[in-house]
């Protein structure tokens, strides 16, 4: 059983910045991708960020220059700092990864619950 905790979501002014980290914990084997998911209320989910276990990274056009996604292998965890926060990035932010699980190993996706970042003045 493998479980993705996001947190460090709120309430922040346009123009702020938020820290979320998500960490997995389980019977992981190893970790490939992470990426960070958004969903705004009357939309649907969209990819924001992803990482791959080498460090490589891909960003949504919409937060290229202001969000930055980072990891720490060693702690299954995964970043995404949030500069220059706008109104139209308010949504539920999601956690997900591509891992290799035990017994087997076998391959599996897993998402997290979620946390809310709301900007707004």
């Known amino acids: 059983q493998v479980q993705l905790v996001e947190s460090g979501g709120g309430l922040v002014q346009p123009g702020g910045s938020l820290r979320l980290s998500c960490a997995a914990s389980?019977?992981?084997?190893?970790?490939?991708?992470m990426g960070w998911y958004r969903q705004a209320p009357g939309k649907q989910r969209e990819s924001v960020a992803t990482i791959t276990s080498g460090g490589r990274a891909n960003y949504a056009d919409s937060v290229k220059g202001r969000f930055t996604i980072s990891r720490d292998n060693a702690k299954n965890t995964v970043y995404l700092q949030m500069n220059s926060l706008k109104p139209e990035d308010t949504a539920v932010y999601y956690c997900?990864?591509?891992?290799?699980?035990?017994?087997?190993?076998?391959?599996?996706?897993?998402w997290g619950r979620g946390t809310q970042v709301t900007v707004s003045s």
């Open positions: 997900s990864a591509d891992l290799w699980v035990l017994p087997g190993p076998k391959y599996d996706n897993c």
């Open positions: 389980g019977s992981i084997f190893s970790i490939n991708r």
